[in-house]
């Protein structure tokens, strides 16, 4: 069989081998021995210096021929195997997009602690500090700090859990007012904070009662402090809290703190002061009680009453969520009932 027709044979049967060859690994491996140095291409080429001068040029081309067309099957080959192979792993990984997910659901602050939480970027936004205070507090500050000694009637407008003689439940975050004031160092500017919290009463729950609830304790104290910088930041609260058209009403009252003392009611924001069953026809709806501080509580804390002055103010923020949502038991914001609480979402405030 001379030199020519060994490489046709040799070129068929690589060729069978290469088209139904099926990895990739195999593949690699019919290259390397069929176009190497020892395959068997090469051989064939080597035996060439016995043929003639004519012959060798038609044998050298023929076997250059035989050599690409190899190489070109075995390329192609290489490449239907790479896609064979990246198409049977994508088969593996599929993901069915269409399946439904899982939701995952979102949770929301408390109403209450929604209405403290517009509160305090009201005032930050003002220069106050938000200040904490113990829930277990000393009668001392709970009481006698904010002018109320020990056998003091109003004393009997908070009714008290006591836990010794001088320690009990809050009844109020005022006594806040007291250990913030103690502490302050007027050289460094005026005191201006806020402190929201729980206080507790010995009341028996009903609609409107709750032995537990929150309040939101105000304080300014500096020099020239008159009774239009407390008019000012009320009516800033009202609108803040209950809308950009709310007007305000002062009208006089008593807490032992204050002096004067003024209980805040403000324009009725269902019906805009004509009367209505919010407002039980008055136009107005009592929200918050607020004074020039007493000399007395500036004294006992160590300030110079004859230099300084300030107001303060307490509000409920369960009774502003009870009126700005028309909420009519105290109760609903402690049962912790989610088909409730959920109503209150804050789309759009995250
Ligand atoms: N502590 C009062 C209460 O619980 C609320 C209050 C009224 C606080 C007037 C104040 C104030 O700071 O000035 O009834």
Not at 32 to 59: A, F, Q, W
Not at 282 to 301: F, Q, R, S, Y
Request: with cysteine.
């Amino acid at each position: 069989m001379d030199l020519k027709d060994r490489l046709t044979e040799l070129k068929f049967k690589a060729l069978g081998e290469i088209e139904t060859v099926e990895d990739l690994k195999r593949i690699n491996e019919i290259r390397v021995n069929l176009l190497g140095k020892k395959g068997p291409i090469t051989e064939v080429l080597r035996g060439m210096k016995d043929l003639s001068k004519e012959e060798r040029p038609v044998v050298g081309s023929f076997a250059n021929k035989v050599r690409d067309e190899l190489t070109e099957a075995i390329a192609k080959r290489s490449e239907k195997l790479e896609i064979i192979k990246i198409a049977k792993k994508l088969e593996k990984e599929k993901i069915d997009v269409t399946l439904p997910g899982v939701s995952v659901k979102v949770g929301q602050s408390h109403i209450i602690m929604q209405v403290i939480d517009q509160l305090e970027k009201f005032f930050l936004g003002m220069g106050y500090q938000v200040v904490d205070g113990p829930e277990v507090e000393e009668d001392h500050y709970n009481f006698e700090m904010m002018n109320l000694p020990k056998d003091h009637p109003a004393r009997d407008m908070q009714d008290t859990f006591y836990i010794t003689n001088q320690i009990l439940m809050r009844t109020q975050t005022s006594p806040v007012q007291a250990r913030t004031m103690e502490k302050h160092d007027f050289s460094k500017g005026p005191l201006k904070m806020i402190s929201p919290g729980k206080v507790y009463r010995r009341d028996t729950d009903d609609a409107t009662h709750s032995h537990q609830f929150h309040q939101v304790e105000g304080l300014v104290i500096d020099k020239h402090i008159t009774m239009a910088d407390l008019k000012g930041t009320l009516q800033a609260i009202a609108r803040t809290v209950f809308g950009d058209e709310r007007e305000i009403r002062l009208r006089p009252s008593y807490f032992p703190f204050t002096e004067p003392s003024v209980e805040v009611d403000v324009s009725c924001f269902k019906c805009g002061g004509n009367g209505c069953s919010v407002c039980k026809q008055t136009g107005w709806i009592e929200v918050l009680g607020a004074g020039m501080v007493h000399p007395n509580v500036l004294t006992m804390a160590g300030i110079d009453s004859t230099v300084y002055g300030g107001f303060a103010f307490g509000l409920g923020p369960d009774r502003f969520a009870m009126l700005k949502y028309g909420v009519d038991d105290i109760r609903e914001f402690y049962l912790n009932d989610v088909r409730f609480l959920s109503q209150f979402s804050q789309k759009g405030q995250r």
